[in-house]
């Protein structure tokens, strides 16, 4: 079946440094991509989206990479603080009239002091 | 800023027990979801709902599984008969447009755990 997938499930990054979190997805006629953070005990909180015409998307210090030809997503955090610690999930929704959103595994994302 | 508010935070229940969840989305918003997750798990679709019937569900939303908008303001999940397995995080989500594009909303979730 179709799925979404992240490489790593952990990153440990150093304050001040530039995270990139990546993610595989399978689905081709996925249109609409999503990024959610997830800190402990709350909901998936919506970061950035990009849709499937666009390459590039950028946000207050994040920036969303779309590589069609490869099925592959990415996102950047610039200059990470200890706030953005979480889980960061990916998440798509196919082409028509689907209105769910299929979500990653999620990648624990550490930032060290 | 708007929210979308879930009760309760957490709920404990025995197995074969009716469980609702309920959720406040935002007022100007449309579109409605429930999703859940399982410890350590992605966060895995449910159900949609849109203009006062179930617009999507998953293989997960089975018979077990009910929604409702019972009035202009709650949305409620209800499970008739709880399994163990469906002890997870329950998230609502609200959005504005169709299509489940553009930002979703989500509340902090209803942790159910079934004994």
């Known amino acids: 079946g179709e799925s979404v997938g992240l490489h790593l499930p952990t990153l440990s990054v150093q304050e001040g440094d530039n995270s990139i979190i990546n993610c595989a997805y399978s689905?081709?006629?996925?249109?609409?991509f999503i990024w959610y953070k997830q800190e402990s005990g709350k909901g998936p909180q919506f970061i950035i989206d990009?849709?499937?015409?666009?390459d590039k998307r950028q946000g207050q210090r994040v920036t969303v990479l779309l590589n069609k030809t490869v099925k592959h997503l990415s996102l950047q955090i610039a200059a990470t603080q200890p706030g953005d610690s979480a889980v960061y999930f990916c998440?798509?929704?196919?082409?028509?009239?689907?209105?769910?959103?299929?979500f990653g595994s999620g990648t624990q994302l550490t930032v060290l002091p | 800023e708007p929210e979308v508010t879930q009760t309760p935070s957490h709920q404990v229940t025995q197995m074969g027990q009716e469980v609702i969840l309920r959720c406040v989305p935002i007022?100007?918003?449309?579109?409605f979801y429930w999703y859940r997750q399982i410890l350590g798990q992605k966060v895995e679709f449910l159900v949609s709902f849109y203009n006062n019937e179930i617009s999507e569900k998953s293989e997960i939303f089975d018979d077990q599984f009910s929604v409702e908008r019972p009035d202009g303001s709650n949305f409620t999940l209800k499970i008739r008969s709880t399994k163990l397995e469906d002890s997870a995080m329950y998230f609502c989500?609200?959005?504005?447009?169709?299509?489940?594009?553009?930002?979703?909303?989500f509340g902090e979730g209803s942790r159910l755990t079934v004994l």
């Open positions: 689905n081709s006629a996925s249109d609409y």
């Open positions: 007022s100007n918003h449309l579109y």
């Open positions: 998440a798509e929704k196919g082409s028509g009239s689907a209105r769910q959103l299929t």
């Open positions: 989500a609200s959005g504005r447009w169709a299509g489940g594009t553009g930002e979703l909303f």
């Open positions: 990009i849709r499937s015409n666009m």
